[in-house]
């Protein structure tokens, strides 16, 4: 017997090019690169830009060890790149050239302010106030500096770990920040985010993303909603928003950077790359890992323009920053690099053993502080410096005693933050479109052509048709009726799927581009994870975006993006709803012969993120009813589809909402049955829905009956329905779609253990799939899949029969 088989498983270049002396705005300041101690070719990069520009330090001031100096990038060369990459004119320049008293008073007490609330939290962090990672940015002050100049409210930011001075310099308030850092309610997110974690939905700041690189498809999929806002044209919008994201130079090595480049570029989305160049991950040398560290650079493949920019100078910086920014707002992408130094590890847990960190630390701090250099130079004359510096300085005193002030979060916080819709507790046919039913109508009329009104209407009737024929509509055509439905009901419904155009590989979500348009409608490139992070960016401002994998499995591309999607509600303290629906094919049918990887138990993989619901249907009407109601949802959810049964066709009731959050009993064994303890409740999912009707069908003349549930909610487990079946029939067969280990079927017998163990007469039986890659050849396959032969041999063991 099947249970008896599983035990025949095992159960249980170094170089780099930060200066490209080609490029006019790159050399370095100082003239100590004949340094021969040094046999690394990043230094020796920077002897060649140095040679032609004069020197501003002294030989003998820097360390001969020293890998790493500071550049140099006068506004007078950095004017001809932005003549030559940005196409800048002479009138622009010129402007962005002019530093305002205010712009500099601005700078300066923002740096100061930044300084200070660092080494408040180094002074908290070791008083215990502050726990876990926390990333300080000392030394970076520049960069702050630019942000509380030209960047405005409406803008959408979306920074890293390194995001307390982002925040602030954002107009977030430093209280807020503060109190997150101390984990109390007054937090930007109540305490939920943490330092890694600053969200303020007022001030467009989304985040705060502690995955490095996690960020820059969120940021892209937030620059698209700018130009989605403008379309569909949303009213309160200003024009000008811009989206802006910071990666480190060592994240800005991630694949994400060169497919975010290429989203920006193809849609010529408003969005700055903000590469902050402090030269190491973590202790890393970049250079010792990244072939060519000219991010500014990167972007010459698809056209984005990119400049380097001296971060110890903030005159330099703010000039040419401001002509990066105007060139967002007013053309399309661009990367703007600023080489900087760190000036604290790390992270209070970093040791900083890597070569030379602590001389370059201890020089750099001497010789590269933005706020000394400032100081010192012609531009501070004639500000009050003191009275700015007080000024920063009683705000940071302001901000700890806000946060000393702030209670800590209920312990019930968590809980109730773990679904934006609770279970059960949303009519979704009743949810209207955020702008109204009304106004979406309206939108809808505007921006779709009407004969294309008209054949979409057509498709959504003759789809509809198909319900009231005998044969019904199949699963993937009630998927699609869904997701027309909802695009055309409500306008800021959006899809991503790779092969769009042609309805993807299952001929999901067929359509929406001949109907919608590419920007409602975006055909995507090869990589789940970029498109699903697209659509988490667009979830958090306004939109409600569908994704379809393909096949499920190639969600596995994508569990970074869709961990966050599940985690950012709570995160946020509430703040960013996340109403972004997954739909994929997948699962492991009996003789699929898809091969290893086109067979894995994706569903397995993402149960344990939390914030997810998770639904699976395996008939056309609980997958129209499972997806109209997804997409209706505020939080994120997966549907999965049996992908062998795409076509399968039944019955539908096209005007349902089904719940997300239970079970599904498809047939009830007879009392007789139950009272000739011939009654077993069989729960599955997928493919294990058709071979359960088979075994049931294969049973019938030996009197065993099903009390059959399908799980159409896999997360939260819904374990009440299986109760009141148990209650009738106490023995529990799961056919299980998903491997031994770390399996659906796993979890849900431990629920089943903890709660309804009084109700079972016998252990609960698992049919999994075994903990092997599936088989390609049938032979070994049906040792690992089981099917409905299995189920029936089982049913009559379990019967005793
Ligand atoms: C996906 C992932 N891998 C590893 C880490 C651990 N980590 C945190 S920061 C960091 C270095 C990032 O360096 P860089 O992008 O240059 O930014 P910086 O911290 O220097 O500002 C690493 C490896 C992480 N957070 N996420």
């Given at each position: 017997?099947?249970?008896?088989?599983?035990?025949?498983?095992?159960?249980?270049?170094?170089?780099?090019?930060?200066?490209?002396t080609?490029?006019?705005?790159?050399?370095?300041?100082?003239?100590?690169?004949?340094?021969?101690?040094?046999?690394r070719?990043?230094?020796?990069?920077?002897?060649?830009?140095?040679?032609?520009?004069?020197?501003?330090?002294?030989?003998?001031?820097?360390?001969?060890?020293?890998?790493?100096?500071?550049?140099?990038?006068?506004?007078?060369d950095?004017?001809?790149?932005?003549?030559?990459?940005?196409?800048?004119?002479?009138?622009?320049?010129?402007t962005?050239?002019?530093?305002?008293?205010?712009?500099?008073?601005?700078?300066y007490?923002?740096?100061?302010?930044?300084?200070?609330?660092?080494?408040?939290?180094?002074?908290?962090?070791?008083?215990?106030?502050?726990?876990?990672?926390?990333?300080?940015?000392?030394?970076?002050?520049?960069?702050?500096?630019?942000?509380?100049?030209?960047?405005?409210?409406?803008?959408l930011?979306?920074?890293?770990?390194?995001?307390?001075?982002?925040?602030?310099?954002?107009g977030?308030?430093?209280?807020?920040?503060?109190?997150?850092?101390?984990?109390?309610?007054?937090?930007?997110?109540?305490?939920?985010?943490?330092?890694?974690?600053?969200?303020?939905?007022?001030?467009n700041?989304?985040?705060?993303?502690a995955?490095?690189?996690?960020q820059?498809?969120?940021?892209?999929?937030?620059?698209?909603?700018?130009?989605?806002?403008?379309?569909?044209?949303?009213?309160?919008?200003?024009?000008?928003?811009?989206?802006?994201?910071?990666?480190?130079?060592?994240?800005?090595?991630?694949?994400?950077?060169?497919e975010?480049?290429?989203?920006?570029?193809?849609?010529?989305?408003?969005?700055?790359?903000?590469?902050?160049?402090n030269?190491?991950?973590i202790?890393?040398?970049?250079?010792?890992?990244?072939?060519?560290?000219?991010?500014?650079?990167?972007?010459k493949?698809?056209?984005?323009?990119?400049?380097?920019?001296?971060?110890?100078?903030?005159?330099?910086?703010?000039?040419?920053?401001?002509?990066?920014?105007?060139h967002?707002?007013t053309?399309?992408?661009?990367?703007?690099?600023?080489?900087t130094?760190?000036f604290?590890?790390?992270?209070?847990?970093?040791?900083?053993?890597?070569?030379?960190?602590?001389?370059?630390?201890?020089?750099?701090?001497?010789?590269?502080?933005?706020?000394?250099?400032?100081?010192?130079?012609?531009?501070?004359?004639?500000?009050?410096?003191?009275?700015?510096?007080?000024?920063?300085?009683?705000?940071?005193?302001?901000?700890?005693?806000?946060?000393?002030?702030?209670?800590?979060?209920?312990?019930?916080?968590?809980?109730?933050?773990?679904?934006?819709?609770?279970?059960?507790?949303?009519?979704y046919?009743?949810?209207?479109?955020?702008?109204?039913?009304?106004?979406?109508?309206?939108?809808?009329?505007?921006?779709?052509?009407?004969?294309?009104?008209?054949?979409?209407?057509?498709?959504?009737?003759?789809?509809?048709?198909?319900?009231?024929?005998?044969?019904?509509?199949?699963?993937g055509?009630?998927?699609?009726?869904?997701?027309?439905?909802?695009?055309?009901?409500?306008?800021?419904?959006?899809?991503?799927?790779?092969?769009?155009?042609?309805?993807s590989?299952?001929?999901?979500?067929?359509?929406?581009?001949?109907?919608?348009?590419?920007?409602?409608?975006?055909?995507?490139?090869?990589?789940?994870?970029?498109?699903?992070?697209k659509?988490l960016?667009?979830?958090?401002?306004?939109?409600?975006?569908?994704?379809?994998?393909?096949?499920?499995?190639?969600?596995?591309?994508?569990?970074?993006?869709l961990?966050?999607?599940?985690?950012?509600?709570?995160?946020?303290?509430?703040?960013?709803?996340?109403?972004?629906?997954?739909?994929g094919?997948?699962?492991?049918?009996?003789?699929q012969?898809?091969?290893?990887?086109?067979?894995?138990?994706f569903?397995?993989?993402?149960?344990?993120?939390?914030?997810?619901?998770?639904?699976?249907?395996?008939?056309?009407?609980?997958?129209?009813?499972?997806?109209?109601?997804?997409?209706?949802?505020?939080?994120?959810?997966?549907?999965?589809?049996?992908?062998?049964?795409?076509k399968?066709?039944?019955?539908?009731?096209?005007?349902?909402?089904?719940?997300?959050?239970?079970?599904?009993q498809?047939?009830?064994?007879?009392?007789?049955?139950?009272k000739?303890?011939?009654?077993?409740?069989?729960?599955?999912?997928?493919?294990?829905?058709k071979?359960?009707?088979?075994?049931?069908?294969?049973?019938?003349a030996?009197?065993?009956?099903?009390?059959?549930?399908?799980?159409?909610?896999?997360?939260?487990?819904?374990?009440?329905?299986?109760?009141?079946?148990?209650?009738r029939t106490?023995?529990?067969?799961?056919l299980?779609e998903?491997?031994?280990?770390?399996?659906?079927?796993?979890t849900?017998?431990?629920?089943?253990?903890?709660?309804?163990?009084?109700?079972?007469?016998?252990?609960?039986?698992?049919l999994?799939?075994?903990?092997?890659?599936?088989?390609?050849?049938?032979?070994?396959?049906?040792?690992?899949?089981?099917?409905?032969?299995?189920?029936?041999e089982?049913?009559?063991?379990?019967?005793?029969?």
């Amino acid at each position: 017997m099947t249970t008896t088989r599983a035990t025949s498983f095992a159960l249980g270049g170094r170089r780099h090019h930060v200066l490209n002396t080609t490029t006019a705005n790159t050399k370095t300041r100082n003239n100590h690169n004949e340094n021969k101690n040094n046999k690394r070719g990043g230094l020796r990069c920077f002897a060649k830009a140095a040679a032609a520009k004069t020197t501003t330090q002294k030989k003998e001031d820097v360390p001969k060890n020293l890998e790493r100096l500071r550049i140099s990038t006068p506004w007078e060369d950095a004017q001809t790149v932005l003549k030559s990459e940005f196409k800048t004119s002479e009138e622009d320049l010129k402007t962005f050239g002019e530093l305002t008293k205010e712009e500099l008073e601005n700078a300066y007490e923002m740096m100061q302010l930044c300084r200070d609330f660092e080494n408040e939290c180094n002074q908290s962090y070791m008083g215990g106030k502050i726990r876990g990672f926390m990333h300080l940015d000392n030394g970076q002050e520049s960069i702050p500096a630019l942000l509380a100049n030209s960047i405005r409210k409406s803008d959408l930011k979306h920074s890293y770990y390194r995001d307390h001075c982002h925040a602030i310099a954002c107009g977030v308030d430093a209280g807020k920040v503060m109190a997150e850092l101390y984990g109390k309610d007054g937090g930007t997110c109540r305490g939920t985010g943490g330092s890694m974690h600053i969200y303020d939905v007022e001030n467009n700041f989304q985040g705060g993303w502690a995955l490095v690189s996690e960020q820059l498809p969120y940021a892209v999929g937030a620059a698209r909603s700018i130009v989605l806002d403008k379309f569909l044209g949303k009213e309160g919008m200003e024009d000008e928003r811009i989206a802006i994201v910071f990666v480190g130079e060592g994240g800005a090595q991630n694949g994400r950077m060169a497919e975010c480049l290429n989203a920006a570029a193809k849609e010529n989305l408003p969005i700055l790359f903000l590469v902050i160049d402090n030269g190491r991950a973590i202790n890393t040398f970049t250079k010792d890992v990244a072939q060519n560290q000219s991010v500014f650079e990167q972007g010459k493949h698809y056209g984005v323009p990119g400049v380097l920019v001296d971060g110890q100078d903030v005159t330099d910086v703010l000039k040419v920053g401001k002509a990066a920014i105007n060139h967002v707002r007013t053309k399309g992408p661009a990367i703007l690099q600023v080489h900087t130094f760190r000036f604290n590890g790390h992270s209070p847990a970093d040791p900083e053993h890597e070569r030379n960190r602590k001389d370059e630390k201890r020089w750099a701090r001497k010789e590269c502080d933005p706020i000394t250099i400032f100081e010192q130079s012609a531009h501070a004359q004639g500000l009050d410096l003191q009275a700015l510096t007080k000024k920063a300085k009683d705000e940071v005193k302001r901000a700890l005693d806000f946060a000393d002030a702030s209670p800590p979060p209920p312990p019930s916080l968590a809980a109730e933050l773990e679904y934006p819709d609770p279970n059960g507790q949303v009519d979704y046919s009743q949810r209207e479109p955020e702008m109204g039913l009304a106004k979406a109508q309206e939108t809808t009329k505007k921006i779709v052509d009407p004969n294309t009104l008209a054949g979409l209407e057509k498709r959504i009737a003759d789809l509809r048709g198909l319900c009231d024929t005998p044969q019904g509509i199949s699963i993937g055509d009630a998927v699609n009726l869904a997701v027309l439905e909802e695009m055309l009901r409500d306008p800021t419904c959006l899809a991503h799927a790779e092969d769009l155009q042609a309805g993807s590989s299952y001929n999901i979500p067929a359509n929406t581009q001949q109907a919608f348009g590419r920007l409602r409608a975006a055909d995507e490139i090869i990589d789940e994870g970029h498109f699903i992070g697209k659509a988490l960016g667009e979830a958090m401002n306004g939109y409600r975006p569908i994704v379809e994998l393909m096949n499920a499995n190639f969600g596995i591309y994508g569990m970074a993006e869709l961990s966050s999607a599940g985690n950012t509600y709570a995160t946020t303290g509430g703040q960013f709803k996340m109403p972004m629906t997954v739909i994929g094919a997948g699962g492991t049918a009996p003789n699929q012969s898809l091969g290893a990887e086109h067979s894995q138990p994706f569903h397995a993989y993402i149960m344990g993120i939390p914030g997810l619901k998770i639904c699976s249907a395996s008939k056309p009407n609980e997958a129209y009813g499972l997806a109209k109601s997804m997409i209706r949802d505020n939080g994120p959810g997966v549907l999965l589809l049996p992908v062998k049964m795409m076509k399968t066709r039944g019955p539908c009731n096209p005007n349902q909402f089904l719940p997300l959050h239970k079970s599904t009993q498809h047939a009830k064994a007879s009392d007789a049955a139950v009272k000739a303890n011939k009654a077993i409740t069989v729960v599955t999912y997928l493919h294990g829905v058709k071979e359960s009707e088979e075994a049931m069908k294969e049973l019938a003349a030996s009197g065993i009956e099903f009390d059959f549930i399908e799980m159409t909610c896999m997360k939260p487990v819904d374990w009440r329905t299986i109760q009141s079946s148990l209650e009738r029939t106490h023995k529990l067969i799961i056919l299980d779609e998903s491997t031994r280990t770390g399996g659906v079927g796993a979890t849900l017998s431990a629920i089943v253990s903890e709660n309804l163990f009084d109700e079972l007469d016998a252990p609960v039986m698992r049919l999994c799939m075994e903990d092997a890659p599936v088989p390609y050849a049938g032979e070994m396959e049906k040792e690992v899949v089981k099917r409905a032969s299995d189920l029936v041999e089982a049913a009559k063991f379990m019967c005793g029969a």
